[in-house]
């Protein structure tokens, strides 16, 4: 479970910010809380709340970010950016991360990331076991050294990548990212974290996209597909069921493709009503309500981290929706009937009603001033 994360000269956010999910025994948490594997009382559910541009998003980003730097940078093109921006009164400093989490052992893990656009200064893990008054002990610690040209990398033995390889790591790529891909049995193991979220790097998923990639997720996951038409049916949305069809593409003639590649799929996605009088219509789904539609796309976040554990990472949750909607899509975080793995949401919203919903210990207000934004 993430206890976690802080952030320093990133986006509108200059100082050092911390987000933390920790609860203290006294803190109200009205059902959003769990004790983690290492013995923490945590919050499930977290909003962040405040005005158009105070830096709600940016707030947020930083796990999304993360997500894909773990475990997808190996993969970016050699020459490429980090797709991180620091505050426009601070190009010149780097830009740090820090996070904390808990596994199901109860190891408590410790990230820790300096950079610019243009490389990693400093990457490094550390964990603490399961004991009071353990101390963290580092997996890798990697550090750039200007002088020499090259990264200087200490490693513990349970890190099985050689050094030599280890110095070779592309500035833009995590040492994460590229162990798993060597089959280090760790790094694997960090990279595994569910983070399902809206949020890319350049902001909130285009809809139609995320769409097609909700559409994707229930055709391939029929019992969440079944828990979404359930929700949809309770949240009163006129609904009896979706029906999702895959739609194979063959390319035409002029498309010239590399041989044994294909185009995408395409996901036909219609709403089912029936009448009282027990008749059956259908409607393409582009033609239901933008709250419909919304909640299809949502739902596939959340249920993705119920099902197996993590976090989701939500920007305008109700977008498009009744604002009286967020509170069935919190209590999936606050019965263990649909969060039995403790999954944990943390979401921008521009509905007030939520800090009488979850608690002023699990509400986070953002401000910005003089263009620097502030969170408390």
């Known amino acids: 479970m993430l206890h976690s994360y802080a952030f320093k000269n990133f986006h509108s956010f200059r100082e050092r910010t911390e987000v933390s999910f920790a609860l203290t025994q006294k803190a109200a948490a009205h ?52 797709p991180v921006k620091p505050h426009f009164a601070a190009q010149n400093a780097p830009i740090e991360f820090e996070l904390e989490a808990d596994d199901l052992d109860g190891t408590l893990w410790r990230y820790v990331l300096k950079l610019t656009p243009e490389r990693v200064l400093h990457e ?58 060597y089959g280090v049995e760790v790094a694997q193991r960090l990279v595994g974290t569910q983070v399902a979220s ?56 002029e498309m010239r493709l590399p041989d044994g590649m294909k185009l995408p799929p395409q996901y036909q996605v219609v709403g089912v009503h029936t009448l009282s009088d027990g008749s059956r219509h259908v409607l393409h789904m582009l033609e239901e309500s933008s709250g419909t539609r919304t909640a299809f796309t949502q739902l596939s976040y959340l249920l993705s981290v119920l099902a197996d554990g993590g976090i989701a990472v939500i920007d305008e949750l109700e977008s498009d929706m009744h604002p009286h909607m967020i509170a069935p899509l919190l209590d999936l975080f606050a ?24 608690g002023k210990s699990q509400v986070m207000l953002v401000e910005k001033n003089d263009c620097v934004s502030e969170a408390w």
Do not use: C
């Open 31 to 82: 059902g959003w809380d769990a004790v983690s594997p290492s013995g923490q009382r945590l919050a499930t559910a977290l909003a962040v709340i405040g005005a158009n541009g105070a830096g709600k998003t940016s707030l947020i980003k930083p796990l999304a970010f993360l997500s894909w730097f773990i475990s997808h940078s190996f993969q970016s093109p050699r020459t490429a950016s980090i």
């Open 124 to 181: 490094a893990v550390y964990r603490r076991a399961n004991r009071k008054r353990a101390k963290f002990s580092y997996l890798f610690e990697r550090d750039w050294n200007e002088s020499a040209n090259e990264y200087l990398i200490k490693r513990d033995d349970d890190f099985d990548f050689s050094p030599t390889e280890a110095k070779k790591v592309r500035p833009n790529a995590s040492l994460i990212s590229t162990a798993a891909q």
């Open 198 to 253: 809206n949020i890319r790097q350049l902001g909130r998923v285009d809809p139609d996209s995320g769409f097609r990639e909700a559409s994707e997720f229930y055709h391939e996951n029929a019992a969440l597909k079944q828990q979404m038409e359930t929700l949809l049916r309770d949240l009163d949305l006129g609904l009896y069921g979706v029906e999702i069809r895959k739609l194979e593409r063959v390319a035409p003639p």
């Open 335 to 358: 019965s263990p009937n649909t969060n039995p793995h403790n999954a944990q949401i943390i979401f921008t919203s521009h509905s007030i009603e939520v800090i009488s919903l979850l």
